[in-house]
């Protein structure tokens, strides 16, 4: 095995332990408003993710740097293919992590407010468009013979991508909702838990379109295997597995679900990395598009002795704040609801 194949294999880690950490964070922002009716019961719901969310989007930043460094080929023509696409992204970071800095500053209605809609729109608007561009990688963008993208902000938007960012979205709520009922005890709590089921059956309806379609623009075939159903599978356990107050299981649930959903989409990319839909003589492939191989030892050394490193860094964080944040209990209101 060429150590270009095993550095797709480890962008492709850093992409799905991006989505799986990541995701909760996004579901958690989205929802924030909707599980919590009073200031104080959504400090609860963003204080869920308040040790974890800067640490989380170091996935993001390593998953960049690694495709830049391992294949600066696919790199270039990516990135500037999605220049536009990546300016929203910035934006929708931008506001996402300045609202969690800036949402207590003032004591305000209309301040708190103004910041709760900031970070429930950066959080809703990350999940769609890191999907779609992950998904126009294997639907094929204009890519002419020198790895040059042709097209124009309106060819971004392949009915494929697009619904790749509709089905992380429904399992960034899912995930989210998922993670509320384990980290938060009262009200909060509960009207996760009734969040979840519903979120459940749209994500089982995106992901099962999703896996025919990923199927489908693969070279293995129209019919997908069993394997394939796994997230699917996932997602019915989750919301079995909140139904009967297992939370534990139910986030492990949701994050080989979309952990899964994301890692599909790279298997069925390779051994391209990127697909051109003008001429497929202009893909880009694992071999064609990586760096040499001395900077791939190179690459490789540094990996091996940080990677562990960074993977017990964060463990110890969640073991740290495993404990539950409480909110107030329901009323009789709640309850009927």
């Known amino acids: 095995m060429g150590l270009q194949i095993v550095w797709f294999g ?6 799905v332990g991006f989505f799986v950490l990541e ?8 929802l924030h408003t909707f599980v919590g009716k009073t200031n104080l019961e959504r400090r609860v719901a963003i204080n869920t993710i308040g040790p974890f969310w800067d640490g989380n989007e170091v996935w993001l930043i390593v998953a ?10 696919w790199y270039a023509s990516w990135f500037s293919a999605l220049y536009l696409a990546f300016v929203l992204i910035l934006f929708a970071l931008i506001i996402r992590g300045v609202s969690f800095e800036y949402r207590g500053k003032i004591d305000q209605p209309r301040w708190r ?7 429930a729109t950066g959080s809703l608007m990350l999940p769609l468009l890191f999907g779609i561009g992950i998904g126009d990688l294997l639907y094929g963008l204009p890519i002419d013979s020198n790895g040059d993208f042709t097209g124009s902000f309106i060819d971004l938007l392949t009915p494929y991508g697009v619904w790749v960012g509709l089905t992380l979205l429904s ?6 909702s998922i993670f509320l009922t384990l980290r938060t005890t009262g009200i909060v709590h509960d009207r996760a838990r009734r969040m979840a089921g519903p979120f459940a059956l749209i994500a089982i ?5 999703f896996t025919v379609w990923t199927q489908v623009l693969s070279d293995q075939g129209d019919i997908p295997g069993p394997l394939e159903f796994v997230p699917l599978l996932a997602i019915v356990g989750a919301a079995w597995a909140v139904r009967d107050g297992h939370d534990g299981w139910a986030f492990a649930a949701t994050s080989t679900a979309i952990g899964l959903a994301v890692a599909s989409i790279f298997i069925a990319l390779y051994p391209n990395v990127m697909i051109s839909s003008t001429d497929e003589a202009n893909n880009l492939t694992v071999e064609n598009a990586a760096s040499g191989n001395y900077a791939l030892k190179v690459m490789t050394v540094v990996a091996v002795v940080l990677f562990p490193v960074v993977l017990i ?3 110890w964080n969640f073991y740290v704040f495993r404990h539950r944040i409480a909110s107030p209990k329901a009323t009789a209101d709640d309850t009927a609801n």
Do not use: E, K, M, R
Request: aromatic fraction near 18%; avoid cysteine; proline fraction near 2%.
């Open 113 to 119: 407010t103004t910041w709760s809609l900031a970070l």
């Open 313 to 315: 860094y964060q463990a």
């Open 10 to 15: 480890i962008i492709t880690i850093f992409w």
């Open 23 to 30: 995701g909760f964070d996004f579901g958690v922002g989205a």
């Open 64 to 73: 960049g740097g690694a495709t830049f460094a391992a294949f600066p080929d």
């Open 205 to 209: 309806a995106t992901v099962a379109v």
């Open 171 to 176: 399992l960034t709520l899912l995930h989210g």
